[in-house]
């Protein structure tokens, strides 16, 4: 049997293999490839842990699985903003779906969810039902998990702030 550590590895690269096979243009590529790694590596740090869950929300992450559990809203509403680009939709499964609520992201003009937490339901053979999905958006309380999750990672929050005010 894999350590966790080697399937969180796996998981990763799967991910980056997603993005390669989007046929994105060079900066999207690289922009959704280092925000990749840079979010999948904060999931695994304890400072960013306790700011994402513990401090406003109260939530005891000591307790979870694994490193990518629960990281699916700060996640992906972090990735949307920071791409900037319209080709990029939050999506939403509701609390319907026995697992739910799940957060991920919609590659629109591909059509390819594109999920940077789904392996904390992958390691216990759980199928994500994207066919659920509906388009979300970010509202007041999203921004400050935004924050949050970005300012305790290391990561430029005030861009993601902005960029999601841009149509308004």
Not at 94 to 116: C, E, I, N, Q, S
Not at 140 to 148: A, C, E, L, M
Request: hydrophobic residues 40%; aromatic residues 16%.
């Amino acid at each position: 049997m894999k350590k966790n550590i080697d399937v969180y590895e796996n998981a990763t690269r799967g991910l980056l293999e997603k993005i390669d096979n989007m046929h994105l243009d060079q900066m999207q590529r690289l922009r959704a490839k280092n925000l990749t790694l840079l979010f999948r590596d904060s999931f695994k740090l304890d400072t960013v842990k306790h700011a994402t869950f513990y401090i406003d929300v109260g939530y005891s992450y000591k307790a979870f699985p694994y490193d990518s559990y629960g990281f699916c809203r700060a996640s992906s509403f972090s990735f949307v903003a920071l791409m900037n680009n319209k080709d990029w939709q939050l999506m939403y499964i509701d609390d319907l779906w026995t697992y739910g609520p799940h957060f991920y992201v919609m590659h629109l003009p591909t059509k390819t969810p594109f999920d940077l937490t789904f392996d904390q339901y992958a390691y216990d053979g759980v199928p994500i039902p994207y066919y659920l999905g509906k388009p979300a958006t970010i509202d007041d309380d999203g921004k400050n998990v935004i924050v949050r999750f970005l300012k305790s990672a290391g990561l430029d929050f005030t861009t993601a702030v902005k960029n999601i005010d841009r149509d308004k």
